[in-house]
């Protein structure tokens, strides 16, 4: 079978692949979505949609949609290694994936854009003639011919392996793994919880509250120093057994959910951003933050910067490499800074002592808690709190 006739294949339904989606196709481009996943396919995540993440929903003009079936969380709550907790004051949500996804991909449709569910990328090949992308569908092999491919297939390597390009690192540089917990009562949390005992770090664990009887819980971190994932199941139990309010809710619910881990890809490394008819976005290009994991809101924000790259290079002839790196400038310009001060905010939350001397001095004030509030909110860079000059200023200045 032969699907032809698109200026656009894009590989990957999640936040970057449909943000891209919405973009292209609404500028008149007739894009491919492959999907891999069914419909209402789950993927491993926390579901908090943070500042970022709000302003890129803004931007595709989806934020009213998307949120309007959610309660905005109270606040966000870090807690210290000695259990110094932090109420942070700001917009936060917490999604299902499965919806929020699904939401996305309709979104995408609705724009324009030929969404192929169940549908695998299998090759893809870029010459002169442009860009073929073979596929494995429940109906047998298809190809999807464009003047441009889009790699948008997240944090798994084996979505980077259909670049077949030295420069992929296919070990992650974080893994991370939710669970729900659903209540017969209310849990009572109203806020967003980080965890940063000292038993997890320099991983942490949270617990956001769905809905009043539903809880997304989870624990993540960097590989060990050998290498190797952490071990997430076991940081989870000391978790459970060490935190008061964690084995709380643990022994509490009703039902513990299936666990369910994915790679994180951070740094905004790991992957080429741009090649000759290729764009990749999203976690596949390492967009998801060090730190805290959170990633939904800046793969969205790179898709966006990529559509405008590749609506002016479609529209100037061939997508070539040349033309396509632009796209490489614009992150590297707007936000390779954020991300470097995002990995070093990592090795300093490392130190238990750090963290509890941050929650210390933002307990007491109120400028350091507003501080935190602007990084959040991606007002200031994550330097102004974590970063000794930024902390201390704080201390001797009082912010
Ligand atoms: C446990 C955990 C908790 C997290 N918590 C949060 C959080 O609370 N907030 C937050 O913002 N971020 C969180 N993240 C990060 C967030 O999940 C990612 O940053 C985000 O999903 C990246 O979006 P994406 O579109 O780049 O990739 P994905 O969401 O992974 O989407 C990639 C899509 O590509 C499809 N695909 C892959 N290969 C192929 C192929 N060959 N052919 C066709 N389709 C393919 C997949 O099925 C998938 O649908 C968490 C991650 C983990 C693992």
Redesign the pocket.
């Known amino acids: 079978m032969a699907a032809g006739g698109h200026d656009m294949v894009v590989?990957?339904?999640?936040?970057?692949?449909?943000a891209f989606a919405v973009e292209a196709a609404g500028r008149g481009f007739r894009v491919a979505l492959?999907?891999?996943?069914a419909r209402g396919?789950d993927?491993?995540?926390?579901?908090?949609?943070?500042a970022d993440?709000g302003a890129a929903l803004q931007g595709l003009d989806l934020f009213d949609s998307v949120t309007a079936h959610l309660q905005p969380a109270a606040g966000l709550r870090p807690h210290a290694p000695n259990g110094t907790g932090v109420d942070l004051n700001g917009t936060f949500y917490?999604t299902r994936?499965t919806l929020f996804?699904a939401a996305l991909q309709d979104a995408a449709g609705r724009a324009g854009a030929d969404l192929f569910r169940e549908?695998?990328?299998?090759a893809v090949e870029r010459g002169a003639e442009g860009a073929r992308v073979t596929?494995r569908t429940p109906g047998g092999e298809a190809v999807f011919r464009g003047a441009l491919t889009v790699l948008?297939?997240?944090?798994?390597a084996?979505?980077l392996g259909?670049l077949s390009d030295a420069r992929v690192r296919r070990a992650a540089r974080g893994?991370?793994?939710?669970r729900f917990l659903t209540f017969q009562r209310p849990h009572g949390l109203t806020r967003l919880h980080l965890w940063f005992d000292r038993g997890l770090l320099p991983g942490y664990g949270?617990a956001?509250p769905v809905s009043p009887t539903v809880l997304?819980t989870?624990v993540?971190g960097p590989p060990t120093p050998a290498g190797r994932p952490p071990r997430l199941k076991h940081l989870e139990r000391r978790l459970e057994a060490d935190n008061r309010l964690a084995g709380r809710l643990y022994r509490t619910a009703g039902t513990v959910g299936e666990a369910?881990?994915?790679?994180?890809r951070t740094g905004l490394c790991g992957a080429p951003f741009s090649g000759e008819r290729l764009l990749v976005?999203?976690?596949?290009a390492g967009?998801?933050y060090a730190l805290?994991?959170?990633?939904?809101?800046?793969?969205?924000e790179t898709?966006r910067i990529a559509a405008d790259v590749a609506d002016d290079a479609l529209r100037r002839g061939a997508p070539t490499a040349d033309a396509l790196a632009a796209y490489d400038h614009a992150l590297e310009r707007r936000l390779r800074g954020l991300f470097r001060a995002y990995d070093r905010a990592q090795e300093r939350v490392a130190r238990p002592g750090f963290v509890n001397a941050l929650a210390r001095a933002a307990s007491r004030s109120a400028a350091m808690r507003r501080t935190l509030e602007d990084v959040l909110a991606e007002r200031r860079s994550p330097d102004a709190a974590f970063s000794p000059g930024g902390f201390l200023k704080h201390i001797l200045l009082g912010g």
Do not use: Y
């Open positions: 590989i990957g339904a999640g936040p970057a692949g449909c492959l999907e891999a996943g396919r993927k491993a995540c926390g579901g908090g949609l943070m993440a917490v994936r996804d549908t695998r990328a299998t596929a948008a297939t997240g944090g798994a084996q979505g259909l893994h991370a793994m939710r949270w956001f997304n989870g993540g369910a881990g994915a790679p994180l976005v999203g976690e596949a967009s998801t805290s994991g959170e990633g939904m809101g800046k793969a969205m898709a």
